[in-house]
């Protein structure tokens, strides 16, 4: 397996590494750690929180080792992604997904630096950049949402006038996350409760599509589309965690509510639910058990979750042997992490709901 592969979170070694070290198998984790780390360790501009020493640095925090080098080279990547990510707000150009989504870009460096047990001052300098792409921009003589992205959202999907992506894992809903938590953690900088506020407002108006055209957004309305899948990745579920998690930073009983009907809605739509093809994290049972679980331990009334719980960890079981990867977002590493229901290590947090 290439240096490239081992070192990827969401499927390389360093992913599987995660379920051992929940387990407190550091014994089974140390030969894929070594595994991820023999080709050399990537600083590189492809380095994230899924990626090279980020995820390195993830993954051993989660067994709480801490290594000073590693976190040195993590510190330089979110130097040089911030000041690249500076020069393209002064060219005035609109953000690529990879400069601010939780897999590629800040949000995800901004998770990291957030699980860090001591100081890290460069974690203001991530929330202060996600703060700003909720500044509204003018391009081609429009006003755009500020993380408006000239991006196709997928290689199938072509989007000539760029899009607003709404998904925890590429879209809006990632930064609203983390700067929910970090608020919740008493992390705050200037702008940051607005910024919330305003990306919330848009996942309530628009975060029943996967993400949003230039028709769309003239229009002011999503465009009708087919009952989706509720995923963690892209869909109700993951966003539904998002804008629970942006009531409870702003102390905001209604618009908790709002996320659970939301969540609540999707759980209870068979039609919708048809629409899950397999067991994993990313887009399948598991992240539907993980993220549910989640929204039930912040809910006033957990209770209501119970049903769609215990149908998630069905089906999960059921599929969990069909996963065709061994790793963490897309296979059977993540898959039964969340079967086994723990989360002693917080790996859940590189999914961006706790």
């Given at each position: 397996?290439?240096?490239?592969?081992t070192?990827?979170l969401?499927e390389g070694?360093?992913?599987a590494?995660?379920l051992?070290?929940?387990?407190?198998?550091?014994?089974?984790?140390?030969?894929?750690?070594?595994?991820?780390?023999?080709?050399g360790?990537?600083?590189?501009s492809?380095a994230?929180?899924?990626h090279?020493?980020p995820?390195l640095?993830?993954?051993?925090?989660?067994?709480?080792?801490?290594?000073?080098?590693?976190?040195?080279?993590?510190?330089?990547?979110?130097?040089?992604r911030?000041?690249?990510?500076r020069?393209?707000?002064?060219?005035?150009?609109?953000?690529?997904?990879?400069?601010?989504?939780?897999?590629r870009?800040?949000?995800?460096?901004?998770?990291?630096?957030?699980?860090r047990?001591g100081p890290?001052?460069?974690?203001?300098?991530i929330l202060?950049?996600?703060?700003?792409l909720?500044?509204?921009?003018?391009?081609?003589?429009?006003?755009?949402?500020?993380?408006w992205?000239?991006?196709?959202?997928?290689h199938?999907?072509?989007?000539?006038d760029?899009?607003?992506?709404n998904?925890?894992a590429?879209g809006?809903?990632?930064?609203?996350?983390?700067?929910?938590l970090?608020?919740?953690?008493?992390?705050?900088v200037?702008?940051?409760?607005?910024?919330?506020?305003?990306?919330?407002?848009?996942?309530?108006q628009f975060g029943?599509s996967?993400?949003?055209?230039?028709?769309?957004?003239?229009?002011?309305?999503?465009?009708q589309v087919?009952?989706?899948?509720?995923?963690?990745?892209?869909?109700?579920?993951?966003?539904a965690?998002?804008?629970?998690?942006?009531?409870l930073a702003?102390?905001d009983?209604?618009r908790?509510?709002?996320?659970?009907?939301?969540a609540?809605a999707?759980?209870?739509?068979?039609?919708?639910l048809?629409r899950v093809?397999?067991?994993?994290l990313?887009?399948?049972?598991?992240?539907?058990?993980?993220?549910?679980?989640?929204?039930?331990a912040?809910s006033?009334?957990?209770?209501q979750?119970?049903?769609?719980?215990q149908h998630?960890?069905r089906?999960?079981?059921?599929?969990?042997?069909?996963?065709?990867?061994p790793?963490?977002?897309?296979?059977?590493?993540?898959?039964?992490?969340?079967l086994?229901?723990?989360?002693a290590?917080?790996?859940?947090?590189?999914l961006?709901?706790?």
């Open positions: 397996m290439s240096a490239v592969a070192q990827a969401a070694a360093l992913g590494a995660l051992h070290i929940e387990r407190a198998d550091l014994a089974a984790a140390r030969p894929l750690l070594q595994e991820a780390v023999a080709g360790v990537s600083t590189g492809n994230s929180l899924y090279g020493a995820a640095e993830f993954v051993l925090g989660r067994a709480g080792r801490i290594d000073s080098e590693v976190q040195a080279g993590v510190d330089r990547v979110v130097a040089a911030l000041a690249a990510a020069r393209r707000r002064l060219a005035r150009h609109l953000p690529t997904l990879a400069e601010f989504d939780l897999i870009g800040l949000t995800g460096l901004g998770v990291l630096l957030l699980a047990p890290a001052p460069l974690l203001e300098d202060s950049h996600l703060v700003s909720a500044c509204p921009v003018e391009a081609d003589g429009r006003m755009l949402p500020g993380w992205s000239p991006d196709s959202p997928t199938e999907v072509d989007v000539p760029g899009h607003g992506n998904g925890i590429h809006i809903a990632g930064p609203l996350s983390l700067l929910s970090a608020a919740r953690r008493g992390i705050r200037d702008g940051q409760s607005s910024a919330i506020t305003t990306f919330a407002t848009w996942l309530e029943s996967y993400w949003i055209t230039l028709d769309q957004l003239t229009t002011g309305e999503p465009a087919p009952s989706l899948r509720p995923s963690w990745c892209y869909g109700d579920l993951g966003i965690r998002a804008l629970q998690l942006a009531a702003l102390g009983p209604a908790a509510q709002k996320a659970e009907d939301i609540l999707a759980l209870t739509d068979a039609e919708r048809d093809s397999d067991a994993s990313c887009h399948g049972w598991a992240g539907i058990l993980t993220v549910t679980t989640a929204l039930a912040d006033a009334a957990p209770g979750y119970t049903t769609s719980i998630a960890r089906q999960l079981a059921a599929g969990i042997n069909d996963l065709p990867k790793g963490f977002l897309e296979g059977a590493a993540g898959a039964q992490l969340a086994d229901g723990s989360n290590t917080g790996w859940t947090r590189a961006l709901i706790h």
